[in-house]
């Protein structure tokens, strides 16, 4: 019996800030699977919410879910563009990242 592995790249989005609730704390958002963690820096919340989405993706898959259909709110979204555009950076990056994520939620999941 022969068994074959496939892999896959997907963009995701983070917002990493400071916590408003525990002083010292930081929260890390994934927001295509609508994924929250917290670190003591920035840098940890970031890894232990992607950390947190990787387990996430893995059940979702082995499970036969659409990891994808967990997509943060509106409200969570809006933020983080506004995010991005106070750092300058295009808002037609995130259309790109949308679309190229769309494309391969549809070729793996139909």
Do not use: Y
């Not at 995701?12 to 800030?17: D, G, Q, R, S």
């Not at 994808?68 to 259309?95: V, Y």
Request: net charge negative; glycine share 6%; proline share 5%.
């Amino acid at each position: 019996m022969s068994t074959s592995a496939e892999t896959c790249t997907f963009v995701l989005t983070f917002v990493v800030k400071p916590s408003e609730e525990i002083p010292g704390r930081w929260i890390g958002h994934c927001l295509e699977l609508d994924v929250v963690s917290e670190g003591s820096s920035s840098a940890h919340a970031k890894e232990m919410v992607l950390e947190a989405a990787g387990m996430i993706v893995k059940d979702d898959l082995q499970n036969g879910r659409d990891p994808f259909e967990r997509r943060a709110p509106k409200e969570f979204w809006r933020e983080q563009r506004l995010i991005a555009s106070e750092e300058g950076k295009p808002q037609t990056l995130m259309q790109r990242i949308l679309k190229i994520w769309r494309e391969h939620a549809r070729a793996l999941f139909g």
